[in-house]
């Protein structure tokens, strides 16, 4: 199993997570995204940079991934895609996706995305706060014993 990181919105508390588990439990970590990255010097962390554009990294991340892999991301239909695929979703705030929620997390996000097609303001997502990020550590901290029992 590695873990694969929609890097270009994750943020730098949640990167900063994902580096110390890499290191401590020797797990391989990629990180992807349009842009350049800036990663710890480690043999087990390392950033993909791909060309901009909508969605070339999460096609990256779904092209890359195997069944079993974990993959960070706050993006709905890449989480989909990773479900699909036999993967497992954990997005920044803690949460993870499943067969059972995330159609109606992509209705959901359908249906806003229609609202703001018609002018309506829906806002976005509060910034990571210190409770977030326990429970992203703590799922995450969860999973990762899990699957060494495995």
């Not at 994902?18 to 391989?28: H, I, P």
């Not at 991301?73 to 890449?78: E, F, M, N, V, Y």
């Not at 067969?99 to 910034?127: C, H, K, M």
Request: proline share 4%; hydrophobic share 45%.
């Amino acid at each position: 199993m590695q873990i694969w990181v929609d890097a270009d919105a994750c943020p730098l508390v949640v990167k900063e997570i994902l580096y110390r588990a890499a290191e401590r439990l020797q797990l391989e970590t990629t990180l992807v995204a349009n842009k350049p990255l800036r990663t710890p010097r480690s043999k087990y962390v390392r950033a993909i940079q791909v060309a901009r554009g909508f969605d070339v990294a999460d096609a990256e991340i779904v092209g890359r991934i195997a069944a079993g892999d974990l993959v960070i991301t706050a993006d709905i239909p890449l989480a989909a895609d990773v479900i699909a695929k036999g993967g497992h979703a954990l997005n920044p705030r803690g949460e993870f996706y499943t067969t059972e929620t995330i159609q109606e997390r992509l209705a959901l996000r359908n249906y806003l995305d229609e609202l703001r097609g018609t002018g309506v303001r829906t806002g976005g997502p509060d910034a990571i706060d210190v409770t977030d990020r326990k429970r992203f550590a703590d799922q995450l901290d969860r999973f990762l014993a899990k699957q060494a029992q495995r």
